[in-house]
């Protein structure tokens, strides 16, 4: 079956710091994969999200993420975080031949403080 | 503007009662998809319908569990006798074409069910 992790729970990071979240999924054929974020309070909401083309994928709010495919991974970036970016973040796999099954990982809590 | 609605937000039922759960998708999408989050874990997919058809259920339990939605209202996720296993957060999301991998899902609020 497919899997997604996300091996990061918790992570607390400074105002300005760099940001860099892991996603490992495990299905080795054609992949469309995604990271949706949720800020306290609200609903889930799409980052950023790839199907083909470009491994470098730019989202909303300068968050990146780089598809590695020999690594089945799918990790987030941000250069720069900011106190707005606290959030539940998701990534999620939607694998070819699944139809229309989205894997979600656990998650990932991101605390920036001020 | 509306995005896709819940309701309601927090439900709370006692062992053996029944749970609606109601879900508007995005105005034009007709279809819809239902997930679960149990407590420390990721959304696990239920089930994905078009209007009056039920696509895919496969990630939906076999008994005590239903889904619909008709041609006028919501989508309803029915889950019969509950108990406490199933409290947990139940997603709802929609997309204007659904059978096409590329489709982008736009999600609810949310509602929060928990059984005594």
């Known amino acids: 079956a497919q899997s997604v992790s996300q091996h990061n729970h918790h992570v607390i990071l400074s105002e300005a710091a760099s940001l860099e979240l892991g996603c490992n999924y495990s299905y080795g054929g054609t992949v469309n994969l995604f990271w949706y974020v949720q800020y306290p309070g609200q609903h889930l909401q799409l980052l950023l999200k790839?199907?083909?083309?470009?491994?470098l994928v730019k989202g909303i709010k300068g968050f990146e993420a780089e598809f590695i495919k020999s690594k089945f991974s799918f990790n987030l970036r941000k250069p720069s975080v900011q106190w707005s970016d606290t959030a539940e973040y998701f990534c999620a796999v939607n694998a070819g031949g699944t139809g229309n099954q989205f894997y979600f990982g656990t998650g990932t809590s991101l605390t920036v403080i001020p | 503007n509306a995005g896709v609605m819940q309701n309601p937000r927090h439900l709370v039922r006692r062992r053996g009662q029944e749970a609606r759960l109601r879900c508007s998708p995005v105005k034009g999408h007709s279809h819809v998809y239902w997930y679960r989050q149990l407590p420390e874990e990721g959304l696990k997919f239920m089930v994905y319908?078009?209007?009056?058809?039920?696509?895919?259920e496969s990630g939906m339990p076999k008994e005590r569990f239903s889904a619909e939605f008709p041609k006028e209202g919501p989508s309803i996720l029915r889950i019969q006798q509950v108990v406490r296993g199933d409290s947990a957060a139940y997603f709802c999301?929609?997309?204007?074409?659904?059978?096409?991998?590329?489709?982008?899902?736009?999600f609810g609020p949310g509602t929060r069910l928990t059984v005594l």
């Open positions: 999301a929609s997309s204007p074409q659904g059978a096409l991998l590329t489709d982008t899902q736009y």
């Open positions: 790839y199907f083909s083309g470009d491994p």
């Open positions: 319908l078009q209007k009056e058809n039920i696509i895919d």
